[in-house]
């Protein structure tokens, strides 16, 4: 059975691995890796929808996340100073008006 399949108009299925239910850190020294299409107990397949096109019919209030466009202009992403200088003020802004 392949990982991936297509299910409908650009809808995939994948198997997405989780940590079990715990009120506990799980520390990373008991960390196992993962392989595409060996699962476990703790895999489950999920059904992940394409939404482009349909962006304006989610909202945080709703959906707990929604598609925000800034807008257009250049923004230089090559180093992390002009990152944190020009796009977090940005950010910022936007979030408070959410």
């Known amino acids: 059975m392949p990982h991936f399949s297509e299910i409908e108009s650009h809808d995939v ?3 997405i691995n989780y940590f079990p239910s715990s009120p506990d ?7 196992k ?7 476990d107990s703790y895999t489950r397949k999920m059904k992940i929808h394409n939404i482009r096109g ?4 989610f909202n945080l209030d709703r959906n707990g996340f929604q598609f925000v466009t ?3 202009k250049e ?3 090559d180093d ?3 990152i944190v200088q020009d796009y977090y003020p940005e950010l910022e802004e936007l979030s408070k008006r959410m």
């Open 25 to 31: 850190t799980i520390p990373t020294s008991i960390w």
């Open 54 to 57: 349909k962006e304006e019919s």
């Open 13 to 15: 299925e994948a198997e």
């Open 70 to 72: 800034l807008p257009e």
């Open 80 to 82: 992390d100073e002009t």
């Open 75 to 77: 923004r230089k992403t």
């Open 33 to 39: 890796p993962r392989y595409v299409g060996v699962p």
